[in-house]
């Protein structure tokens, strides 16, 4: 029992280093990980979800429905902050066409189940950022065709019945049955909840590793300019949310799910439009898939860094 602690806690220590020789691997030698199946991811993140919800209690939720305040600060930030960035960015480094729209169509989509995740590995508050990102999605199929209109005067599709049976899918099912379980087995959950970082590890290891390895190709062939734009664009988003929430004078907890939600995006559902709203654009895809990767990266940094510093 003590072993299998002390890996969970070795896991949850080192889980950037982890991140990033997995994302290494997958990257060049990409048949290392092509048996992931693309189509698992949403499996996988119900496996964290599930997780999650194993360690929350009735109180978490009642706070954030009763002081609804840092969810619409968040919401707000999303669909202003992260678009705007995307823009600008795009604008400064030249960007042509094709990924200007990729680029842009990040910034607009709404935070994905990964900011969940990566707010539980940072000791963040979950059921903050599970509503901001379940307010956030359910405001998207109005929003990001709004927003990228504005900004590239082009139409976008969203399809909100989809979007929204994913966010119950992925997101509420499998927290509201981990919660359920904590309700009424809560000694169990007690003891299993300190190995759910092997688990959870596991998982997202096996998420970057299957979009990294199915889009190995297109990362190694896209200019670096590109990278450099995505990278900026999360990591101010990240920064711009982390200054919020010190300008609000948030607690940490609240602070790093703020931080977390804003700077990252759902680039999943970002490179999905982009394909269908820009098929004659091929190169509008690589944004969403380069950010896929890269959010996951930072986001284990990120983690590692706020899990020491509970003091922000």
Not at 50 to 73: A, H, N, Q, R, Y
Not at 81 to 90: T, Y
Not at 153 to 158: E, G, I, L
Not at 195 to 214: G, K
Request: glycine fraction near 8%.
């Amino acid at each position: 029992m003590k072993i299998l602690e002390k890996i969970s806690d070795l896991f949850g220590k080192y889980l950037a280093i982890i991140v990033l020789a997995v994302a290494a691997l997958s990257l060049f030698l990409p048949k290392s990980a092509l048996w992931i199946q693309t189509s698992w991811v949403n499996y996988l993140l119900m496996v964290i979800m599930f997780g999650m919800g194993l360690t929350m209690k009735p109180k978490d939720f009642t706070i954030v429905f009763t002081k609804p305040k840092e969810i619409i600060i968040g919401c707000a930030a999303q669909f202003i902050i992260m678009p705007a960035l995307a823009f600008v960015l795009s604008r400064v480094f030249n960007l042509d066409a094709a990924l200007t729209a990729g680029v842009v169509l990040v910034g607009t989509c709404p935070g994905g189940t990964a900011s969940n995740v990566i707010t539980y590995f940072s000791k963040g508050d979950v059921a903050l950022s599970v509503g901001m990102t379940s307010v956030n999605t359910l405001l998207a199929p109005v929003l990001t065709p709004a927003i990228t209109f504005l900004l590239l005067r082009t139409a976008v599709s969203v399809d909100i019945v989809s979007m929204f049976l994913t966010i119950i899918e992925v997101i509420i099912v499998p927290i509201g049955l981990g919660f359920v379980i904590n309700k009424f087995f809560g000694k169990f959950t007690a003891k299993a909840s300190k190995f759910l970082t092997v688990v959870s590890t596991i998982a997202i290891c096996m998420i970057i590793s299957s979009v990294v390895a199915h889009n190995s190709e297109k990362i190694l062939t896209t200019g670096a300019i590109v990278f450099v734009v995505v990278i900026l664009h999360n990591l101010l988003g990240y920064g711009c949310g982390f200054g919020l929430g010190k300008l609000l004078k948030l607690p940490p907890s609240k602070t790093k799910a703020l931080s977390i939600e804003i700077g990252m995006q759902n680039s999943g559902l970002a490179t999905s439009l982009a394909g269908s709203a820009f098929p004659s654009l091929a190169m509008a895809t690589v944004p969403g898939a380069i950010f896929s990767v890269w959010h996951n990266i930072s986001g284990a940094i990120l983690a590692g860094i706020y899990r020491r510093w509970n003091s922000i």
